[in-house]
């Protein structure tokens, strides 16, 4: 069993930043995968980006590319998601979860809210 808690969401304005942290306790492996996802009310919950616990391999939705960074620190069992040059329409809760490489993803965290005001 894996449990995972997000902290770091809040307000911020448009153009700001914030860093998501996912701590992870437990069973945790070292084949697995963290990603992030988000959901906007209204709206299906949908990718933003993943790293690799191992090698640290990530991947990223094309709507943050190029504005978010995913890292991990392997020896803290945590993963981050640094947003920058945010916009309202990143405006969601957003998860982390995590699950082994290619088999999508078996556990989640309660989410943390991210507004960004126009």
């Known amino acids: 069993q894996v449990q995972l808690v997000e902290s770091g969401g809040g307000l911020v304005q448009t153009g700001g930043s914030l860093r998501l942290s996912c701590a992870a306790s437990?069973?945790?492996?070292?084949?697995?995968?963290m990603g992030w996802f988000r959901q906007a009310p209204g709206k299906a919950r949908e990718f933003v980006a993943a790293?690799?616990?191992?090698?640290?391999?990530?991947s990223y939705a094309d709507s943050v590319k190029g504005r978010f960074i995913v890292s991990r620190d392997y020896a803290k069992k945590t993963a981050y998601l640094q947003m920058n040059s945010l916009k309202p329409e990143d405006t969601a809760v957003y998860y982390c979860?995590?699950?082994?490489?290619?088999?999508?993803?078996?556990?989640w965290g309660q989410g943390t809210q991210v507004t960004v005001s126009s």
């Open positions: 437990g069973r945790t492996f070292s084949n697995y995968v």
């Open positions: 979860a995590a699950g082994p490489r290619g088999n999508g993803y078996d556990y």
């Open positions: 790293v690799t616990w191992i090698g640290g391999m990530t």
